[in-house]
């Protein structure tokens, strides 16, 4: 398929894991992408495994001086933009709620949340996102199934999430008709970012999900790609559960 030839899209957070499979999978059916990540190294290798139709601008997703840097890249390079993905997120904190600092639970909502946010704002606000000359414009938000439902240990970053699934509904309603806004819940998905969830206990982690195995960052590109592409012409402000059969218990 050939879904997003002459389309253009942002990613944020895709030096690696599921932000670099999105980017794959946009690359592959035959669009341009625009990564970002907060290591330059890192980055770079990314940007050249994805190919002449890539590129890349290093940076902290909640800087607003790097968020203009990519939309004055994206201005220059292409003049629109087409689809934004905010994968982009953070999980610094470990353990119940009670041991969480103040300082770290501000820091998850500014990247999680309010950066999202500027990410979407801005991109509008430009005009580079949902132009009259390039209508159809997509957004897609990469929330967590811990937003969903208890997270033992990773409670505050469910938090977060689940205020990113009330954002894209906002979004959704907003930004139409011009812009559509969906979003993804995962399960723990077999990358770095997630290490800590299943490394030394893979095989007792897998066994929880009647899918019988861990996600992988492909499990969620597919799903992604949908939504951005005009097969989800008619889908505004959903959250996908990506989550192997794990929440099934819990709705029969």
Do not use: C
């Not at 940076?59 to 993905?85: C, M, N, P, Q, S």
């Not at 723990?188 to 066994?207: N, P, Q, W």
């Amino acid at each position: 398929m050939n879904r997003f030839e002459g389309k253009v899209a942002l990613i944020t957070g895709a030096s690696r894991g599921i932000g670099y499979a999105i980017a794959e999978r946009i690359v592959a059916e035959g669009g341009s992408v625009v990564i970002t990540a907060r290591k330059t190294e890192a980055l770079d290798a990314a940007v050249a495994a994805l190919g002449e139709r890539a590129v890349g601008v290093a940076g902290r997703a909640d800087d607003t001086e790097h968020r203009a840097a990519v939309y004055e890249l994206i201005t220059k390079e292409f003049g629109h933009l087409d689809h934004l993905v905010n994968n982009a997120g953070i999980n610094p904190a470990y353990g119940p709620l009670a041991d969480v600092g103040v300082d770290v639970m501000r820091k998850t909502l500014e990247v999680n949340v309010i950066a999202t946010l500027e990410w979407a704002r801005e991109a509008v606000s430009s005009g580079l996102l949902g132009s009259p000359d390039h209508p159809g414009g997509s957004i897609v938000n990469i929330s967590s199934i811990s937003g969903i439902a208890a997270a033992p240990g990773i409670g505050f970053y469910g938090v977060s999430k689940g205020a990113l699934i009330t954002l894209t509904l906002q979004q959704a309603a907003e930004f139409a008709p011009g812009i559509r806004v969906n979003a993804v819940a995962p399960a723990v998905i077999k990358t770095d970012f997630a290490r800590a969830l299943y490394e030394g206990r893979e095989a007792e982690a897998a066994a929880q999900y009647p899918l019988q195995r861990l996600g992988e960052s492909a499990d969620v590109a597919g799903p992604v790609a949908f939504l951005l592409s005009e097969d989800a012409a008619w889908i505004t402000g959903q959250t996908i559960v990506i989550d192997g059969g794990a929440t099934l218990g819990s709705i029969l």
